[in-house]
């Protein structure tokens, strides 16, 4: 069997496709429906349904991709389990459910998670969308902390960082309102949730404050095998200068690649 479905290419893809939708097909009930909403909810399920049907009878014609760049069919492509995995991610950060997400197509093929984000308005979006995922509503990092976190009507440049409020303000763009947030550790986060030691896939993007995000978490305890971490300042030609490379390499972890805005960091 294996000759048959490993010896030409285009047979290898048409079974994997084929399995693709397959999963998608499965999960599309389980995971999208809730007594929440059950219309709406239902409406959603046939959908996704009749959308893993269609990757089907397009095959490698049609990629779904929910990220912002296609960071989500790196993250496959990175991790490269068989197509029937049910794996495990946290995404700090996270935002939307759908709009821009590196895990909802993970989401889709059964896979659940924990998503962190400070801003409670788009965690609620959750339990609609993706009633299977744990949702928490905190600011992660140094937990002694206290820091301003500020809202903009574009959500995804919300931040505590003074130095993108600058540049942001330099274009126009002014924070909508200003709360004073209490910060939880990652590590406290996972406790709480139950999180599983050993995880597949760690997602952040916290604007500017992605290191103290990572370095809130205890690796001795928690291990994700696949780090995507945002470092807009990252030199590709001097990667032992950035101090997320600095922080992650002595915990095993080497840089698999950058592209546009995130670096990729697997478990050696």
């Avoid at 049907?53 to 095959?59: E, I, K, Q, S, T």
């Avoid at 895990?103 to 659940?112: I, K, P």
């Avoid at 902390?145 to 919300?158: A, G, I, Q």
Wanted: aromatic share 16%; glycine share 6%.
């Amino acid at each position: 069997m294996a000759p048959y479905l490993y010896g030409q290419a285009h047979t290898r893809a048409f079974f994997t496709v084929a399995g693709l939708a397959w999963q998608e097909f499965r999960y599309s009930f389980s995971q999208f429906f809730t007594w929440r909403s059950p219309v709406f909810s239902l409406a959603r399920s046939i959908q996704y349904a009749l959308l893993a049907w269609l990757r089907l009878g397009l095959g490698r014609n049609l990629r779904f991709s929910y990220g912002y760049t296609g960071e989500d069919r790196l993250i496959e492509s990175l991790l490269n389990l068989p197509v029937y995995y049910q794996g495990f991610y946290v995404e700090v950060g996270c935002n939307r459910p759908r709009f821009i997400s590196n895990t909802f197509l993970l989401y889709r093929r059964g896979w659940r998670g924990i998503c962190i984000d400070a801003n409670p308005k788009l965690i609620r979006y959750f339990s609609y969308i993706r009633p299977r995922d744990q949702t928490v509503a905190a600011l992660v990092g140094t937990p002694s902390e206290r820091l301003s976190f500020y809202h903009f009507e574009n959500d995804v440049l919300s931040t505590v960082s003074p130095e993108n409020i600058a540049q942001y303000a330099a274009q126009g763009l002014h924070p909508t309102t200003v709360e004073t947030l209490a910060v939880r550790s990652l590590t406290d986060i996972l406790d709480e949730a139950k999180a599983p030691t050993l995880f597949e896939l760690l997602c952040i993007d916290a604007e500017e404050h992605d290191e103290a995000v990572l370095r809130s978490l205890d690796f001795s305890r928690y291990r994700p095998r696949l780090i995507v971490v945002e470092a807009e300042d990252f030199d590709p030609e001097n990667p032992q200068k950035h101090p997320i490379f600095v922080f992650l390499q002595p915990l095993g972890y080497q840089l698999a690649g950058s592209l546009l805005k995130n670096l990729y960091f697997i478990h050696t």
